[in-house]
């Protein structure tokens, strides 16, 4: 039951992202998991009337809990065209059938209906015009690529 108080949340386009990724590094089997390092080498971003790129340097820092699930922390810079700069703090889980959460930890391509990818993104810019994005929530959701990491962005409106 909705409140007739309270209006739902929207969900209005925010992006497209494709985060290339290069190969983990992996710490190994800790206490809490499974842990490892992605770097991000680069990639896209395209909104409505907006592009981006995704700048090299940051990381995707992704503890694999069990056989089914991961916690994923991206850290990113994505720079549009008219030169303004977005950091990203993607928060993710990726839950998927043992097997598939195997197959993605080897690298190897999945069918991405068999994988629940959701993210909620904070972003942070200095830009007078995109500050509106320090002031917003942000949910997603994804598909793993052996190369790269496909998103899209919704603003919580």
Same mark, same amino acid.
């Given at each position: 039951?909705t @409140?007739?108080l309270?209006? +739902? +949340?929207n ?5 497209d992202?494709?985060?290339q990724?290069? /190969? ?12 490892? =390092? ?5 990639g896209? /971003?395209r909104?409505?009337g907006? @592009? /981006? ?9 992704q503890?694999?809990v069990s ?6 922390? /991206?850290?990113?810079?994505?720079e549009?065209?008219a030169g303004d ?9 990726? #839950?998927a $059938?043992?097997?598939v959460t195997?197959?993605l930890?080897?690298?190897? $391509?999945?069918? +991405?209906?068999?994988?629940y ?9 200095s830009?007078?015009a995109l500050a ?7 949910? !997603? @959701? !994804?598909?793993?690529r052996?190369? #790269?990491?496909? =998103?899209?962005f919704?603003?919580?409106a």
């Amino acid at each position: 039951m909705t @409140s007739p108080l309270v209006p +739902p +949340p929207n969900l209005p386009f925010f992006a497209d992202l494709r985060v290339q990724v290069g /190969a983990p590094i992996e710490v190994g089997r800790t206490p809490r998991g499974l842990r490892r =390092m992605i770097p991000i080498i680069g990639g896209d /971003a395209r909104g409505e009337g907006w @592009s /981006a790129r995704v700048l090299p340097g940051g990381a995707d820092y992704q503890l694999v809990v069990s056989d089914t699930l991961a916690e994923l922390q /991206a850290h990113y810079v994505l720079e549009t065209d008219a030169g303004d700069r977005i950091y990203v703090h993607n928060h993710a889980i990726r #839950q998927a $059938p043992a097997e598939v959460t195997a197959k993605l930890v080897r690298g190897e $391509p999945v069918d +991405p209906a068999q994988v629940y990818f959701r993210c909620w993104p904070t972003l942070e810019t200095s830009s007078a015009a995109l500050a509106w994005v320090n002031e917003r929530l942000f949910v !997603g @959701s !994804g598909v793993r690529r052996p190369q #790269q990491v496909e =998103m899209t962005f919704f603003v919580l409106a």
